[in-house]
T-cell receptor
Framework: GQQVMQIPQYQHVQEGEDFTTYCNSS?????IQWYKQRPGGHPVFLIQLVKSGEVKKQKRLTFQFGEAKKNSSLHITATQTTDVGTYFCAVTGGGNKLTFGTGTQLKVEL | DAGITQSPRHKVTETGTPVTLRCHQT?????MYWYRQDPGHGLRLIHYSYGVKDTDKGEVSDGYSVSRSKTEDFLLTLESATSSQTSVYFCAISPTLGTVYYEQYFGPGTRLTVT
């Protein structure tokens, strides 16, 4: 199945700083989805990217899909304590099966 | 949140005992999934179902079986629990597969401890 590498594994930031997590694949991806999981919670769908070079924004979150469809990034501008959690990328395979990256755990300090 | 419930939410069991986890949905979605989540591994697919009585294996299916006799229920069974199956188990659902890729909606999870 498709594999995705996600970096970094952990990120500590001061409130107000920016944050970026990256997903990389050695193969061309059909799409990529991003999920957020709060501590003690369940993954929640954020967004899906399908087109080469696609950029989508949700308030302070910016999602990009690479031109070659082999990488993606999630950027948060001016982090807040509500952004704390683990962010996962996931790619779709046959049977609508998702393969998840290992996630980036974000901690925001006041 | 999508209408997904999991039961039990917490369970402690002994090695060698059978365990069944239940996932129930009220969304009438065709696809249902079972994942396990362990530190350092993210979410890994155990089994999934694409319809009543239609199931298939995922990445980490050894030691697990599933059944789906109704659209709304998807059961995960550990035939003989082992300590390596201590994990958090998530159920997820997704609408009908077509030419569009659909997001998945996750249940609240079941924390299973095998002693």
């Amino acid at each position: 199945g498709q594999q995705v590498m996600q970096i970094p594994q952990y990120q500590h930031v001061q409130e107000g700083e920016d944050f970026t997590t990256y997903c990389n694949s050695s193969t061309t991806l059909s799409n990529i989805q991003w999920y957020k999981q709060r501590p003690g919670g369940h993954p929640v769908f954020l967004i899906q990217l399908v087109k080469s070079g696609e950029v989508k924004k949700q308030k302070r979150l910016t999602f990009q899909f690479g031109e070659a469809k082999k990488n993606s990034s999630l950027h948060i501008t001016a982090t807040q304590t509500t952004d704390v959690g683990t962010y996962f990328c996931a790619v779709t395979g046959g049977g609508n099966k998702l393969t998840f990256g290992t996630g980036t755990q974000l901690k925001v300090e006041l | 949140d999508a209408g997904i419930t999991q039961s039990p939410r917490h369970k402690v069991t002994e090695t060698g005992t059978p365990v069944t986890l239940r996932c129930h949905q009220t969304e009438n979605h065709r696809y249902m999934y079972w994942y396990r989540q362990d530190p350092g591994h993210g979410l890994r697919l155990i089994h999934y179902s694409y319809g009543v009585k239609d199931t298939d294996k995922g990445e980490v299916s050894d030691g697990y079986s599933v059944s789906r006799s109704k659209t709304e229920d998807f059961l995960l069974t550990l035939e003989s629990a082992t300590s390596s199956q201590t994990s958090v188990y998530f159920c997820a659902i997704s609408p009908t597969l077509g030419t569009v890729y659909y997001e998945q909606y996750f249940g609240p999870g079941t924390r299973l401890t095998v002693t």
